[in-house]
């Protein structure tokens, strides 16, 4: 069963106030999900334009509804690491504030046949596109024992990563959720399963990753979106796992820099100049309060960096 289409924006003061919003700016944001962060930067524009793309088409039905009749918003289905393509071909050459938000919206993890979240019994799927052919079940039931220890240890820090992958390739097929829950379950000692919060967490999430190709290009679109930044324009990343937010980290960070010589250079030969400056040399996290009363925003940092 379908549910509506409801996200709670995390950080939203945070996020709106750090991108400095210009009411005449152009803003993008990068994965809309239910237009709640954007819904903010509408409230700040007068003659600016907000531009939302996102590859969820549910997330796109959503905010045409949300934002019906609001004729500085362009919405369009696409994945951010095509940014690119989807800029030449929406003919926008510079941005004045950009918003990534890299969490699994609510909508996705809440409905049960997204076959997102382990506490629904569903059929395995993850895809944040619909479209694409390739899902959790193909990786979960296609996948050599090698080849699937190599993402869940990777992708979810997983410790168990041997197991767990021996365990699901001896259980095969594997078509639902619950079913995929109670091997990880059992392919750890009970007092890990009752110890840690959320014992399938971490082969979920590594699986979900690899479906959607989630770190794909991430650096890369980072920078490019960069160099799209109007001077004083300013980006925000939300990221919620570390993986994600160490190729955050190290992209700011190398346009940070102004010369990345090897140590000991005596005369820099990179030519490389910084272009941006770092608004927050560590990451913000959510109130305390916050993360009371939306437990999801316990694990989101925000970083901003502003073009110079």
Known sequence: METEFKHIPIMLSEVTSGLNIRPDGIYLDCTIGGGGHSSEILNHLTTGKLIGIDKDQDAIEACKKRFAGKDNVILYKGDFKQIDLILNELNINSLDGVLLDLGVSSHQIDTALRGFSFRFDAPLDMRMDRSQNFSALDVVNKYSFSRLMRVISEYGEEPYARSIAFNIIKNRPVTTTKQLASIIENSMPKKVVFSRRGAHKKTFQAIRIEVNGELDRLFESILYLITKLN????????????????????????????CICPPGTPICVCGHKKSIKLINKKP????????KQ???STSAKLRIIEKI
């Open 284 to 291: 913000i996290i959510a109130s305390k309060d916050e993360q």
């Open 294 to 296: 939306n437990p999801r």
């Open 231 to 258: 001077k004083g324009g300013r980006m925000a990343v939300l990221t919620f796992h570390s993986l994600e937010d160490r190729i955050v980290k190290n992209a700011f960070k190398l346009c940070a820099t102004e």
